[in-house]
């Protein structure tokens, strides 16, 4: 139990366009999923959390206008990058946690973004 | 804010060898301790956790100890495989407002020579 799956694995897209990232709880409701970002070869850095039904909580030095996080249900949160640019190539990484649940978080696969 | 720190950075052992890993964190209110494992191209998967009630957990070949009197915590592998190598992540969640949001180590980079 406790699958976390993200979608697309990697997108390519040209500079100035919007790209879509899915985060999807496979096997169980999640009230609160996170965003996060990791450049080569270092740690997860939190960009915002979000709760079912609510507005996501961004996390200081993150552009809540660049950065669009939807938690539209129990089971999917959408993080859209707007206008890209080559700096926010990135991998992004979303985690579920368990509704009921105070800790722990499950991991998806990661995005793979790059900003021609 | 917490601030974890972890080390080594790199940890090259041969195989069958153990390997420890140490973090250190500064809120002495963090009381939820996980470890995540992640492989290339992958995302982090959690492995062991430990919560401050606990001063040792251990799943087969996997150990964690924490001490919080001097705030840190270590993963210990035994035996270890080829396919432990990955980059493995600590992290500390103290519980604000009812509910855990980890800080992450910087990783260690963990290289099973066979």
């Known amino acids: 139990g406790a699958v976390v799956s993200q979608h697309p694995s990697w997108v390519i897209c040209k500079s100035g366009t919007s790209v879509k990232i899915e985060c999807r709880s496979l096997?169980?409701?999640?009230?609160?999923m996170f965003w996060y970002r990791q450049f080569p070869k270092q740690s997860l850095m939190l960009m915002a959390t979000?709760?079912?039904?609510?507005?996501?909580?961004?996390e200081q030095g993150v552009e809540k206008d660049k950065f669009l996080i939807n938690h539209a249900s129990l089971t999917l949160s959408t993080l859209t990058v707007t206008s890209a640019h080559p700096e926010d190539s990135s991998f992004y990484i979303c985690?579920?946690?368990?509704?009921?649940?105070?800790?722990?978080?499950?991991f998806g696969p990661g995005t793979r973004l790059t900003v021609l | 804010g917490e601030n974890v720190e972890q080390h080594p950075s790199t940890l090259s052992v041969q195989e069958g060898d153990s390997a420890v890993i140490k973090c250190t964190y500064s809120?002495?209110?963090?009381?939820?301790f996980p470890w995540y494992k992640q492989e290339l191209g992958k995302g982090p998967q959690l492995i062991i956790d430990i919560r401050s009630n606990v001063g040792e957990k251990k799943d087969q070949r996997i150990a964690v100890t924490l001490n919080k009197t001097a705030k840190h915590f270590s993963l210990h592998i035994t035996e270890t495989q080829p396919e432990d190598s990955a980059v493995y992540f600590c992290?500390?969640?103290?519980?604000?407002?009812?509910?855990?949001?980890?800080?992450f180590g910087r990783g260690t980079s963990l290289i099973v020579h066979p």
């Open positions: 992290a500390a969640s103290p519980l604000s407002g009812g509910s855990y949001i980890p800080t």
């Open positions: 809120d002495s209110a963090s009381n939820y």
């Open positions: 096997d169980f409701q999640a009230t609160t």
């Open positions: 979000s709760n079912e039904g609510s507005k996501a909580t961004y």
């Open positions: 985690s579920a946690r368990r509704g009921g649940r105070t800790d722990t978080q499950y």
